[in-house]
């Protein structure tokens, strides 16, 4: 599958071409970088879509969400020879490592993904033991309090207090009192990167946009209505980067939707304060080298 990167120039030729450009705008997530961002670098995201990822009644293909996130694997770190390759520049056999998922019942991370992802954790020579997969319980779980390197997945979706649920706060488990976050819309929930048991030890940022959900009405909504079958995933190492990325593509869905500029309420600031008030990542999408594989047709970015 071919690769192509996404340069300033595509970013500004999309602006000026598309009313999406107003949706990026309203969320404050274009043009960080002006606004005083420490973070220099490029940040790769890959986005992978595959047609035939859903099968009857939305059931997860499992050999063909396996193979995307392969291919996604060997697109983020450059490295043709094979996956294996890839995970073992960010897993070793001496780590213990957590799988931070998401069980929203209504929305879950998935078995097909999270035991793909435990296999290739595997092939580094970590032994099944050592390897942990959970969303509650985590201060209470040794694979995860001794864990040396985490991989964060989760489902994206709008989130009734912060705007979106996405890799950013998936870490709040992490927290005591999770529902200490909630101020100024989860404003800072980038500093939830800077607790013991996370800080340092994040390698890869997993973001399913499977069937995600782009609207919603209340804590803990859900409708058949506000999901579609988008097939995606977005993958990366810097979960800035990689929301900045989903909130655009939840935009879009939004205003392809109502027909009309509908902006997340609340806002996602806490994406953009990741960058420019803590400096996580990387939110400017200008900066972020995103790298699109596989099925094109309703992409929206």
């Not at 192509?4 to 970013?11: A, H, I, L, N, Q």
């Not at 989760?154 to 529902?179: A, D, E, L």
Request: hydrophobic share 40%; proline share 6%.
């Amino acid at each position: 599958m071919s690769r192509k990167p996404f340069t300033r120039r595509d970013f500004l030729r999309a602006a000026a071409v598309a009313p999406l450009a107003g949706a990026v705008a309203s969320s404050g997530l274009a043009g960080s970088a002006a606004r005083g961002t420490a973070q220099a670098a490029q940040s790769r995201v890959i986005l992978i879509r595959d047609k035939e990822a859903l099968g009857p009644d939305r059931k997860v293909a499992s050999g063909v969400v396996e193979r995307m996130l392969d291919e996604a694997m060997t697109a983020l770190f450059g490295e043709v020879k094979s996956p294996q390759a890839a995970w073992m520049k960010i897993i070793k056999p001496d780590d213990v490592v957590g799988i931070k998922t998401n069980v929203w019942n209504r929305l879950p991370t998935g078995p097909e993904i999270e035991q793909h992802l435990k296999r290739r954790v595997m092939d580094c020579g970590v032994p099944a033991e050592k390897i942990g997969i959970a969303d509650r319980g985590l201060l209470n779980n040794p694979l995860f309090t001794e864990a040396t390197a985490l991989v964060n997945v989760r489902p994206g979706r709008t989130h009734h207090w912060s705007g979106v649920g996405s890799c950013i706060k998936n870490m709040i488990m992490f927290s005591p009192q999770p529902y200490t976050w909630h101020d100024d819309s989860c404003a800072d929930l980038a500093k939830l990167w800077d607790l013991p048991y996370v800080k340092g030890k994040v390698r890869l940022n997993i973001l399913v946009m499977l069937t995600p959900l782009f609207h919603g009405i209340g804590p803990h909504h859900y409708s058949d209505q506000y999901i579609w079958d988008y097939k995606g995933l977005l993958v990366g190492t810097d979960p800035v980067a990689v929301d900045a990325v989903g909130v655009r593509i939840l935009e879009a869905r939004r205003r392809e939707f109502f027909g009309e500029e509908r902006p997340l309420q609340p806002p996602a600031h806490h994406v953009v304060y990741a960058d420019t008030r803590h400096g996580l990542g990387v939110s400017d999408l200008s900066r972020i080298d995103l790298v699109r594989l596989g099925w094109r047709e309703g992409a929206l970015i």
